[in-house]
């Protein structure tokens, strides 16, 4: 497997509404009501949406390829503190446990080098991802109770420094 990581155009954007519909059913299904998750699916993942992120200068959207296939997504951006966020980052489920996140997270966190920090949020109970930003450096900072953001599910946010150039 020779996965590339390269940069989202509106031409991968009804594959990345595929990922992300997929992943958030394999990994909140549980965790969040069946009208949560149908209203968070409507309102972050349409093709529409994704197809605006790729071209929005302010996002970055990477995706990762297998061959032909995109089987990864990340997708970052900052506020308006200038404080970087990471603010999806999804793994088809049959390529999961395969090093793509990991190539997807090193992909992110180089464009937001020379920084001082990066933040994400992560819905409690999603243990698998939380490992996997643990294992990156990430730490939690903080926790919202009922994160409207998010239908009322609780979240974690973690943090991690970032290198100097």
């Given at each position: 497997?020779?996965?590339?990581?390269?940069?989202?155009?509106?031409?991968?954007?009804?594959?990345?509404?595929?990922?992300y519909i997929k992943s958030w059913k394999e990994n909140y299904g549980e965790l969040l009501a069946d009208?949560?998750?149908?209203?968070?699916?409507?309102?972050?993942?349409?093709?529409?949406?994704?197809?605006?992120?790729?071209?929005?200068?302010?996002?970055?959207?990477?995706?990762?390829?297998?061959n032909d296939e995109i089987v990864g997504v990340s997708s970052s951006s900052m506020d308006e503190r200038?404080?970087?966020?990471?603010?999806?980052m999804h793994i088809v489920p049959a390529h999961q446990g395969k090093g793509i996140s990991k190539l997807?997270?090193?992909?992110?966190?180089?464009?937001?080098?020379?920084?001082?920090?990066?933040?994400?949020?992560?819905?409690?109970?999603?243990?698998?991802?939380?490992?996997?930003?643990?294992?990156?450096?990430?730490?939690?900072?903080?926790?919202?109770?009922?994160?409207?953001?998010?239908?009322?599910?609780?979240?974690?946010?973690?943090?991690?420094?970032?290198?100097?150039?």
């Amino acid at each position: 497997m020779a996965v590339i990581i390269r940069e989202m155009t509106s031409d991968d954007a009804s594959a990345v509404s595929d990922i992300y519909i997929k992943s958030w059913k394999e990994n909140y299904g549980e965790l969040l009501a069946d009208d949560v998750m149908k209203e968070q699916i409507s309102q972050r993942f349409s093709p529409e949406l994704q197809a605006q992120e790729a071209d929005n200068p302010d996002i970055i959207s990477l995706v990762a390829m297998d061959n032909d296939e995109i089987v990864g997504v990340s997708s970052s951006s900052m506020d308006e503190r200038n404080q970087a966020w990471i603010d999806r980052m999804h793994i088809v489920p049959a390529h999961q446990g395969k090093g793509i996140s990991k190539l997807l997270m090193n992909a992110t966190l180089a464009k937001h080098s020379g920084l001082q920090s990066i933040a994400l949020k992560v819905i409690e109970g999603n243990e698998r991802a939380i490992s996997i930003y643990e294992r990156h450096g990430f730490f939690q900072t903080d926790k919202i109770e009922n994160d409207a953001e998010v239908g009322g599910a609780t979240t974690i946010i973690m943090s991690r420094t970032l290198p100097r150039n």
